[in-house]
């Protein structure tokens, strides 16, 4: 730290993003990334005629992204806001829509929205989850604050149904309720066909997991226009060209191709429910998963020891120190090879601790 940090940023902690090792010896299943590559319609998108235009800004309205987003989707170009990955987007949202200074969020979910609520210098109030894991909407009636609830929930892949998001924006008509959708493509309903009956409801998705864009760095809300109008009252505020003109043009290519990466969503679904299969018979007890990943612990092993035996080995996986879910390990669901791979590695290792 130099001495010139204001000093309300003294103590803070910041968000410690998984392992992103410089070398790609490791299976990588640790940061939910897709494991397959963006389509070649994708790819050809960022071409030279593109880059050749790289002394120009990108359109900071970015229409034309917006306007394919808001056709596939089915609602208007005013209901889309787009930004540089959508960590952006949570962050606007913990500065601009935190009534009373307060965020309600659970005990065990998206590790950043701690850490938004500490940069602003929010009340949070964490809500346990029940002991399953599973979130009990009835926690998040006639709140006094922003809601922020990940859906499905992160590392857990616990998912909640319309009906229960529906309960929670109704009775709370005087706050926005976040639903941060990073995982929706992987086997649940969006709840954006909600914004036109809720002007509180802010849905956050990303190019990064089921539209194999992480390194691009895509995000988007789909919200009643007055929100999306708020969005871009802050972004106007700090920096007017969020996404760049390569990361525009590849976007636009996603949208074309949507086919090709929901099923690359389908492919990741089966060899998820393969794996949770493998798993278990193992001796796992696996969390049912509704996103990338699944969240797995055994009596037969300590989950910090399979982490860190599983890493010797050369498979990456995300292990969490949180007391409550420290047993557990968070893995990213890769192609079959690799799950196949992931299988023997986790065998091999349950052998030698035997
Ligand atoms: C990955 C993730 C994000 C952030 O995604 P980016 O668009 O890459 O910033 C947001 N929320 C959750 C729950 C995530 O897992």
Redesign the pocket.
């Known amino acids: 730290m130099s001495r010139f940090l204001n000093e309300k940023y003294a103590a803070f902690e910041a968000y410690t993003p998984g392992e992103q090792p410089k070398d790609m010896r490791y299976i990588k299943l640790n940061t ?1 990334e897709s494991p397959y590559p963006p389509s070649k319609k994708t790819i050809e998108a960022v071409n030279e005629k593109e880059i050749s235009r790289l002394m120009l800004y990108p359109d900071n309205e970015c229409v034309s992204l917006r306007d394919k987003l808001a056709g596939l989707y089915g609602v208007n170009r005013e209901n889309i806001y787009l930004s540089n ?3 952006d987007i ?1 962050n606007f949202a913990f500065m601009a829509f935190t009534k009373n200074n307060k965020a309600i969020y659970p005990d065990i979910s ?1 590790g950043f929205y701690s850490v938004f609520a500490q940069l602003y210098g929010l009340e949070s109030e964490v809500v346990a989850l029940k002991e399953d894991f599973s979130i009990d909407y009835r926690d998040y009636l006639k709140k006094d604050g922003m809601i922020v609830l ?1 859906n499905p929930n ?1 590392p857990t892949g616990l998912y909640i149904g319309l009906d229960e998001i529906r309960d929670i924006l109704k009775s709370n008509p005087d706050n926005v309720v976040v639903i ?1 959708e ?2 929706i493509d992987f086997g649940g309903e969006s709840c954006f066909k909600l914004i036109d009956e809720y002007d509180n409801l802010l849905v956050v998705q ?1 190019f ?2 089921s539209r194999s864009m ?1 390194g691009a ?1 895509l ?1 988007f809300a789909i919200a009643c226009k007055g929100l999306i109008d708020d969005l871009n009252k802050i972004k106007y505020s700090t920096n007017p060209y969020n996404i760049n003109r390569l990361t525009l043009a590849a976007g636009e290519a996603a949208v074309d191709d949507n086919d090709y990466y929901m099923n690359n969503c389908q492919k990741v679904i089966k060899t998820r429910e393969w794996t949770a299969k493998k798993l278990t018979s193992l001796g796992f007890e696996v969390i049912p998963s509704k996103a990338n990943f699944i969240f797995a612990k055994t009596d037969l092993i300590d989950g910090e020891k399979l982490y860190e035996e599983l890493k010797k080995r050369g498979v990456l996986v995300r292990h969490f120190t949180n007391k409550r879910i420290s047993q557990y390990n968070r893995i990213t669901i890769g192609t079959q090879e690799q799950m196949e791979s992931f299988i023997n590695v986790v065998k091999e290792v349950l052998d030698e601790n035997r």
């Open positions: 939910n990955g959508s960590d949570l998206y990940a992160a941060d990073a995982y990303t990064s997991k992480a760095r995000g």
